[in-house]
């Protein structure tokens, strides 16, 4: 049976992500999972105009479970323990409405990105749905203290997983996970997946064909970049010149999970063993051509 929500008390929370490496890293392919973190801080739950559930549809909910065989396989997988309500790790360090806040902000904030715009920085505005999530403003402080303790160590392991790859096979390809919701207006899902590598230029074109041929064989639909070309992680760390390769896969909710109750589906299980099909493929082949 699948909890509502996971809500430890202050004092037992989590780090803020969990590593889990292989005992030897078999290729130059790491994984990571920025928005299926769970764990809802008390006090976040209490100041928020939501119920748990509402905002856990902006979860990618269980996508770290679809991934958990990489280890096993020879790839480490970086998963978040914190909600993306609560605080984005595929967003700039300082993406901040300002309206969102009961004073000004400090001159670095990024409070002009299409992101903030829509509600949707680093600390976000409102749910998927639209929703306003606090009944309060918030003090920059407050802001601050989440991304320092949440954002910060989450990106300072992922900046290091992929060194210490290029260090090992002098490039390295990341598989930035998530799941997408059911569109609107759709009449049954357009692709099952999408890949998104920044139209081309956050990774080779090679390794994007590989990892599409690699879904595209086991009978799933796939399309390239729309509506989801890549977001913070896709752009910021996605350097082929430099030998560092990212490819954002988006994965339909409704393959997979009851999108409403957010609950696991028994198709679940089935698509973790294709993801370790394809993870086993792309694990054994050759890399070479990555390097700058």
Request: charged residues 25%.
């Amino acid at each position: 049976m699948d909890l509502p929500i996971q809500a430890p008390v202050e004092a037992d929370s989590p780090p803020p992500f969990l590593l889990e490496r292989p005992v030897v890293q078999a290729s130059p392919i790491i994984l990571a999972s920025p928005h299926s973190g769970r764990h809802y801080p008390p006090a976040f739950l209490a100041e928020s105009r939501l119920d748990p559930v509402a905002l856990r549809r902006s979860e990618d909910g269980f996508v770290e479970e679809l991934f958990a065989g990489a280890p096993a396989l020879g790839a480490p997988l970086l998963a978040a323990t914190f909600p993306r309500v609560y605080c984005d790790a595929n967003r700039e360090a300082w993406e901040l409405d300002p309206t969102m806040f009961d004073g000004p902000l400090p001159d670095f904030v990024n409070s002009a990105s299409p992101r903030v715009g829509a509600g949707l920085g680093t600390i976000a505005r409102v749910v998927a749905s639209g929703e306003a999530v606090y009944r309060r403003r918030l003090s920059f402080e407050e802001a601050a203290d989440r991304i320092r303790a949440l954002w910060e160590p989450y990106h300072a392991a992922l900046s290091g997983l992929i060194s210490e790859t290029i260090r090992r096979f002098g490039c390295c390809l990341l598989i930035d996970c998530h799941s997408m919701p059911s569109l609107p207006g759709e009449a049954g899902r357009s692709a099952d997946m999408i890949l998104g590598d920044a139209h081309g230029t956050a990774a080779a074109p090679r390794a994007t064909r590989r990892l599409e041929e690699s879904l595209t064989a086991l009978g799933y639909r796939l399309r390239r970049n729309d509506p989801y070309a890549g977001g913070y992680v896709t752009r910021h760390y996605g350097r082929p010149r430099e030998g560092v390769h990212v490819i954002q896969l988006e994965i339909a909710r409704s393959l997979y999970m009851d999108e409403r109750r957010i609950q696991r589906l028994p198709g679940l299980a089935h698509l973790r063993s294709d993801m370790d099909r394809v993870l086993a493929r792309l694990l054994a082949e050759d890399w070479s051509f990555l390097r700058p």
